[in-house]
């Protein structure tokens, strides 16, 4: 049973441009959270989805967009990339729906973002 | 406003001896709280949860966790230290209230085990 996927593992880019991370959830699992951890710091929350649709939110500006597709998997988008984005962005999965939503998130190992 | 403390940047401890790493948080409502673990270049792995019931909750590898309502605490313990617990820990907490259902978390702990 595959855990949490993500992709690509490692990516540089330069200020200004886009970039498109992707997440394939748990087997069974149905919702998805993003993650940035910079350096030395704890995971901070972008925003979560469910059903397709951006459930909660975190404080990050409107340059960070997602998507959930109908098979779960989900992409975090960053356009306008600035030199502060550079960090460990983590795609976390769990079950929401039947009384889930108290499980605990899996975590994929992660997709390290340089921005030169 | 939610909150997680980690008051501990690192912690050291010799192989055997029992460890602590600590937690305290801050919530309007009812906390669920959880420890996460995270090995050099991995992502986080689930240690063990609190949402209600028996304020001492066990979970993997031999690590158990005590919740402390008066205190706001919620302390990692392990009975004997191994050195390949050194890693990154990782507390982090859900206020339930408001249909809340984002975590929050500290900054994390830096466990050293010498052998």
């Known amino acids: 049973d595959a855990g949490v996927t993500q992709s690509p593992t490692h990516l540089i880019k330069t200020r200004g441009q886009q970039v498109t991370l992707r997440c394939s959830p748990k087997?069974?699992?149905?919702?998805v959270s993003w993650y940035q951890q910079a350096l030395g710091q704890g995971p901070q929350f972008i925003f979560q989805y469910y059903e397709e649709e951006e459930r909660q939110r975190g404080n990050f500006p409107d340059r960070f967009s997602g998507h959930q597709y109908p098979n779960y998997s989900s992409e975090l988008n960053v356009n306008a990339l600035l030199l502060g984005d550079s960090a460990l962005y983590l795609c976390?999965?769990?079950?929401?729906?039947?009384?889930?939503?108290?499980?605990?998130?899996?975590f994929g190992d992660g997709t390290r973002l340089s921005i030169l | 406003a939610q909150s997680v403390a980690q008051p501990e940047d690192q912690v050291n401890v010799a192989e055997g001896n029992p460890l602590t790493v600590k937690c305290t948080y801050s919530?309007?409502?009812?906390?669920?709280l959880f420890w996460y673990v995270q090995y050099p270049n991995r992502g986080l792995q689930f240690l063990l949860k609190?949402?209600?019931?028996d304020n001492l909750v066990k979970g993997s590898y031999g690590f158990e966790a005590e919740f402390n309502k008066s205190q706001t605490s919620f302390h990692l313990k392990k009975p004997s230290a191994l050195v390949s617990d050194s890693a990154l820990y990782f507390c982090a907490v859900r206020d339930v209230a408001g249909n809340n259902r984002k975590l929050i978390w500290g900054l994390g702990t830096s466990l050293a085990v010498n052998p």
């Open positions: 087997s069974g699992h149905d919702t």
């Open positions: 976390a999965s769990q079950q929401s729906s039947g009384g889930g939503e108290n499980q605990p998130q899996h």
């Open positions: 609190y949402i209600t019931g």
């Open positions: 919530v309007s409502g009812n906390p669920y």
